[in-house]
């Protein structure tokens, strides 16, 4: 029903700032909540931002509040994550992932996130 592809990881030195990109498909695109959860080597998945479908609503995990920002571009099916003040601890695979079911703004849960990309690497060196 809906398919997801991200796109800008790398490799980046500490400090350094990175955009990463989720394009999506479904006719649905403008009513889903979406997010970036990413998955460090050997780690549990963990969920670092969420916006609501028209964008007014996000949420931030602690570890990246003030660090990064998620915004989208309904026009183009488009998500974006722009990650700034990257640390080492930010490296992870980095997945797009979607919330058909809603979300009601509290802390989200990776059980609720329906659809997902197949996910893009950050390296963050030191």
């Known amino acids: 029903q809906v398919q997801l592809v991200e796109s800008g990881g790398g490799l980046v030195q500490s400090g350094d700032s990175l955009r990463l990109s989720c394009a999506a498909s479904?006719?649905?695109?403008?009513?889903?909540?979406m997010g970036w959860v990413r998955q460090a080597a050997g780690e549990e998945r963990e969920c670092v931002a969420v916006?609501?479908?028209?964008?007014?609503?996000?949420y931030y995990a602690h570890s990246v509040k003030g660090r990064f920002t998620i915004s989208r571009d309904n026009a183009e099916n488009t998500m974006f994550l722009q990650m700034n003040s990257l640390k080492p601890e930010d490296t992870a695979v980095y997945y797009c992932?979607?919330?058909?079911?809603?979300?009601?703004?509290?802390?989200?849960?990776?059980?609720?996130?329906?659809?997902w990309g197949k996910g893009t690497l950050v390296t963050v060196s030191s």
């Open positions: 992932a979607a919330l058909p079911r809603g979300w009601y703004f509290g802390p989200p849960d990776v059980s609720e996130m329906d659809y």
């Open positions: 479904g006719r649905f695109f403008r009513t889903y909540a």
């Open positions: 916006i609501s479908g028209s964008g007014t609503n996000t």
